[in-house]
């Protein structure tokens, strides 16, 4: 039969089979939306699915399974703890050193060394399934961990006997309260003292501009004149912006400000169910370019120094890109702070971003309108349960200490909401599609690049960050087509950025890369660059000055103008919200 033949021969769908087939979706939506809720927004079929894939590669590895079988007694844990785990922070108490502790952490240690054995470098499995099936034995052997149980830690039991039980009772009373408190909603104890605009976010400024997805925040001037150039700041929407703004004393926005530059951020709102329909394209243009068009009729015939942090810095590469197609001049520069444009190495996060993960995530948001707070922080929290999860119960609960409660704290447990679609667009087309990096990614409309991005670009990445790792950041040289200022920074994601002159222990590498120059690996660039002691803060202040006009002018008597007066004081309304 032909080709057209057999399609003539198909059935034609009848009104009520097109109904069940509606209907019989949204069964299906909304099954998996309240699955999702009981398995932390995890899909029970992408993890069968990789489990088995790798145990069928494993069966082909009779090499590899004859090996693990006889694994305890063909290797032995080193008496030192030398390793890959070695410098594990659960067993860096002396007490660990004596019998039988000692023997406890060796056999945990060849646990692990099993599992790594077992999951890795199996030929034939992917390497999105290989990620899953070690993070996933991990996470089990962290719960085992000895350092878990009152029997196996000798921490725990010096606690105990040196405060004669009390250690135990006041840990019981800490997982009543907690309890308590995870019932009502409350707060954790100690947030009220760091509400925004009391100990947090208090650098004066004004907020200059407000619609229904960002207010805009000028900051009040500190010297008689300002740099030409003002600086517009994109926080990610996956935060409160005031990560740039926390106690005086680390507030990069207060140190901007203090070194004559005006200072422009956006605070995002926090989306309800109602903003289930904002997407990407409703980001960039009622947010990063209406406060980019604010900006500039607030300071005329001014270039802009655009700044993006984390997702932000993401969604400030893709508006500098549309506005080069559009030869929109007004950018002066572009700095990204732990920012990714490509995703093809983006770190730990890729464990739970899947193709299987994000259709079961998209039928969970889909149902509640958004991403909650809780559902981000527990994903966040397993990346690196053995700190974020274990030894916190250890050492609250276990110890009975209580936790004390300080600004990068208090800001991290203050997270935002994402929109359902926004969430949706960013996972598909980002990060598992790459569509930006790659080239065909659409931005309201108009095709984007990022090599038509021809403005200096300051780059910051940390040593330690596990969402937006430093060498993932680093491929920034690949893809604009200007100059390329890089750091690489001691810390992890907000620390490395939090990084204020003083603080001691930080240093970094910098190098520029002059638009032509000869590609170096990121290992070759870091063994190449010398380490500075001190904060990036002050190289990204001389080279915010250095890539500007060099111009001073006198600082406006107040933040706004006529067209765009003044509407509330920093820090604004959206950020308090809940």
């Known amino acids: 039969m032909k080709a057209e033949a057999f399609e003539a021969a198909r059935p034609v769908p009848s009104v009520a089979a097109e109904a069940a087939g509606r209907l019989g979706e949204q069964i299906d939506q909304t099954w998996q939306g309240w699955l999702a809720r009981y398995t932390f927004g995890i899909t029970p079929a992408g993890l069968a ?92 052997l962290n719960a085992l961990s000895p350092s878990n149980f009152f029997l196996t830690n000798p921490d725990i039991q010096a606690a105990a006997r040196e405060s004669g039980g009390k250690s135990l009772i006041t840990g019981a009373l800490l ?23 009391k100990a947090v976010a208090v650098t004066p400024g004004k907020v200059v501009f407000r619609n229904d997805l960002m207010e805009l925040i000028q900051y009040s001037p500190q010297t008689p004149s300002v740099q030409k150039e003002p600086i517009l700041i994109l926080p990610a929407w996956i935060m409160k912006y005031y990560i740039l703004d926390l106690s005086p004393h ?8 203090a070194q004559g530059h005006t200072v422009f951020i956006v605070s995002w709102k926090n989306p309800t169910s109602a903003d289930r329909d904002k997407g990407m394209d409703d980001y960039l243009r009622d947010g990063a370019l209406a406060a980019l068009d604010a900006v500039t009729a607030i300071v005329p015939q001014a270039r802009v120094h655009l700044c993006g942090y984390c997702l932000g810095g993401t969604l400030a590469m893709i508006l500098a890109a549309w506005l080069a197609r559009q030869k929109d001049g007004r950018l002066q520069s572009l700095s990204l702070f732990a920012a990714q444009g490509d995703f093809t190495e983006a770190g730990e996060m890729t464990v739970f971003v899947t193709d299987s993960e994000v259709a079961y995530l998209k039928n969970m948001m889909r149902a509640q309108g958004y991403l909650d707070t809780r559902q981000m922080a527990g994903a966040f929290q397993m990346l690196r349960s053995a700190d974020s999860i274990w030894s916190h119960l250890v050492r609250d609960y276990w110890q009975g200490q209580k936790p004390v409660m300080f600004d990068l704290l208090a800001w991290n447990a203050d997270a935002t909401r994402m929109p359902y679609r926004m969430h949706s667009e960013y996972l598909e087309k980002l990060f598992l599609d790459n569509a930006f990096a790659d080239g065909h990614y659409s931005a309201m409309g108009q095709p984007v690049a990022p090599e038509n991005i021809t403005v200096p670009v300051f780059s910051v990445g940390t040593e330690s960050d596990h969402v937006a790792p430093w060498t ?53 660039w870091r063994q190449a660059t010398v380490r500075n002691a001190g904060s990036w803060w002050t190289a990204w202040d001389k080279w915010l000055k250095t890539h500007g006009s060099g111009e001073n002018v006198p600082a406006p008597a107040e933040p706004g103008n006529a067209a765009h007066p003044p509407l509330d004081n920093a820090p604004g309304a959206y950020v308090r919200q809940r």
């Open 49 to 140: 699915e990789t489990w088995i894939a790798w145990l069928l590669h494993l069966g082909l590895c009779p090499g590899r399974v004859a090996e693990l079988a006889l694994f305890p007694w063909l290797h032995a844990c080193p008496s030192d703890g030398a390793g890959g785990r070695a410098r594990d922070s659960r067993f860096r108490s002396p007490l660990w050193q004596d019998w039988p502790f000692h023997g406890y952490v060796n056999a945990f240690r060849l646990a692990e060394a099993y599992w790594d054995r077992a999951t890795l470098g199996v030929p034939g499995v992917t390497p999105a399934h290989e990620r899953v099936v070690n993070f996933v034995a991990h996470q089990w």
């Open 250 to 257: 680390n507030s990069l926005v207060r140190w901007l400000v």
């Open 472 to 524: 993932s950041v680093y491929k920034i040289h690949l893809m604009v087509s200007g100059e390329v200022t890089f750091v690489l920074t001691n810390g992890g994601h907000n620390a490395g950025i939090v990084s204020e002159p003083g603080h001691p222990g930080r240093y970094y590498r910098l190098a520029d890369r002059p638009h032509g120059s000869p590609y170096l690996s990121a290992e070759d």
């Open 175 to 197: 997982v009543f309260e907690d309890w308590q408190r995870q019932m009502s909603g409350r707060l954790p104890p100690g947030m009220d003292d760091y509400a925004p605009g």
